[in-house]
């Protein structure tokens, strides 16, 4: 039984881009200890590739392909976001904030506008 279970880690394991262990055990229904055992034999075997943190991999070439394209991603993601804050230098918060008629208000009082 536990070659079967070890033969479906190992499945599993190579049809990721990333495995980590909670989604084995929620995917192929065995307990969390059983699925670090086989993973840690996968590993010493050669069969597979452990990136503390990160999860297990087919192999370091699949790790470091994986890491790259999250990367890529997560540039693309911070690029948005600053340009979603940011027009040319000028911050757009600031300046909606700045011409709300809140702080208008809140400026008229210092007198740094009129009112």
């Known amino acids: ?67 790259e394209k999250t990367r890529q991603e997560r540039s693309e993601k911070a690029s948005i976001a600053s340009k979603a804050h940011c027009d040319s230098g000028v911050n757009i918060i600031f300046e909606q904030c700045r011409n709300s008629d809140a702080m208008q208000r809140v400026l008229s009082v210092y007198g740094r506008v009129q009112a």
Not at 1 to 7: A, F, P, R, V
Not at 21 to 26: E, F, G, L, N, P
Request: contains cysteine; aromatic residues 12%.
């Open 1 to 67: 039984m536990t070659d079967s279970i070890k033969k479906m880690v190992r499945q599993y394991v190579a049809s990721h881009d990333r495995s980590r262990i909670a989604d084995i055990v929620r995917d192929l229904g065995i307990s969390h200890n059983l699925t670090k055992q086989l993973l840690k034999e996968l590993v010493s075997s050669g069969k597979a590739y452990c990136k503390p943190k990160f999860g297990y991999f087919r192999n370091q070439t699949a790790y470091l392909a994986w890491f």
